[in-house]
């Protein structure tokens, strides 16, 4: 009789261990659910953080596309006003020696 008592026993501790069980697995697989929906949330947020940094590169990559562009055509403009005073000192230079030698030729005779 008290091997039945006993055995009574663990067979109910038993079967409050598995309905303890049954409970501790829908509570994770409930939370699981969540942690599933908030990972997938989270994807998509960042997601849509990386395409707002990529649209953020891309139109910084084409403001400094466009400033070095604009400096280029500046920097192309200022060579050729450069290379025009230079042609003109030195024609101005060549008139200035041609009158000083005709001078001095006429001088010298």
Same mark, same amino acid.
Request: hydrophobic content about 30%; glycine content about 4%.
């Given at each position: 009789?008290?091997?039945?008592?006993?055995?009574?026993?663990?067979?109910?501790?038993?079967?409050?261990?598995?309905?303890? &069980?049954?409970? @501790?697995?829908?509570?994770?697989?409930?939370?699981? &659910?969540?942690?599933?929906?908030?990972?997938?949330?989270?994807?998509?947020?960042?997601?849509?953080?990386?395409?707002?940094?990529?649209?953020? &590169?891309?139109?910084?990559?084409?403001?400094?596309?466009?400033?070095?562009? @604009?400096?280029?055509?500046?920097?192309?403009?200022?060579?050729?006003?450069?290379?025009?005073?230079?042609?003109?000192?030195?024609?101005?230079?060549?008139?200035?020696?041609?009158?000083?030698?005709?001078?001095?030729? @006429?001088?010298?005779?």
């Amino acid at each position: 009789m008290l091997s039945w008592r006993t055995l009574q026993g663990n067979q109910e501790r038993l079967s409050n261990q598995i309905q303890n &069980g049954d409970r @501790t697995v829908q509570e994770n697989i409930q939370q699981l &659910g969540e942690v599933n929906q908030n990972i997938e949330s989270k994807q998509k947020e960042l997601e849509e953080l990386n395409a707002h940094v990529k649209a953020m &590169g891309e139109e910084e990559l084409l403001k400094v596309q466009s400033q070095l562009a @604009t400096q280029e055509a500046e920097c192309k403009q200022v060579q050729r006003r450069q290379s025009e005073l230079e042609t003109a000192r030195n024609e101005a230079g060549i008139k200035i020696i041609k009158p000083s030698r005709k001078y001095s030729k @006429t001088k010298i005779l």
